[in-house]
């Protein structure tokens, strides 16, 4: 059975778009949020992000860093995180104004406060459907290296419970399983639609 996922990360997109990406060229059906009010992707310095809107495309956002300063974008890796963006999809979506996009199996976020805000969001929803949804949490530190490390991470833990037939009755082995092999916690709970 093919089950619909959705990574869910803050506001800068790295994480989620990664693990996105792995999982789309794998074949799974995949969306991929943030959480945040906005984007924000690193400036000149830590008081200055570059700022924009949810639904401003990757691509515009690329044209403006590198009109902005090149060789910092590309040294820093944001031009060619936001080339891999736009190639995924057109513009980054909020995970609380896209409850719309339909039903997921699994939804994957990247780090705990962004789990909690996913489990508010998902037990203030009208349940009418009973459908259960599992929630994991992966921590992955938000740096490109970890972002490939845990899209990686992630692409085997999807695996994982695409290869049971019913992961209700599989899931604690599974987690313990990947905590064990992988040495990572991770967190997890299941609400409903």
Request: negative net charge; aromatic residues 10%; contains cysteine.
């Amino acid at each position: 059975m093919r089950m619909r996922y959705a990574m869910v990360c803050s506001s800068n997109q790295n994480r989620s778009m990664e693990a996105h990406s792995v999982l789309r060229r794998e074949g799974f059906d995949v969306a991929s949020y943030g959480t945040g009010n906005n984007v924000k992707l690193p400036g000149p310095s830590l008081r200055e992000p570059n700022v924009y809107d949810f639904g401003t495309p990757y691509r515009q956002m690329f044209d403006d860093l590198r009109r902005k300063d090149p060789e910092l974008y590309k040294r820093n890796g944001i031009l060619p995180m936001l080339k891999r963006n736009y190639s995924v999809k057109t513009a980054p979506q909020r995970w609380q104004d896209n409850a719309s996009d339909g039903v997921f199996d699994v939804v994957m976020t990247f780090e705990e406060k962004v789990f909690d805000m996913v489990l508010e969001d998902l037990h203030t929803r009208e349940q009418s459907l009973m459908k259960p949804v599992l929630v994991i949490n992966l921590e992955v530190k938000d740096n490109h290296e970890e972002a490939a490390t845990g899209a990686q991470l992630a692409l085997d833990l999807c695996r994982e419970i695409e290869a049971v037939e019913f992961w209700e009755d599989s899931i604690d082995d599974i987690i313990s399983s990947f905590e064990k092999q992988n040495r990572r916690k991770l967190l997890y709970s299941v609400c409903f639609y």
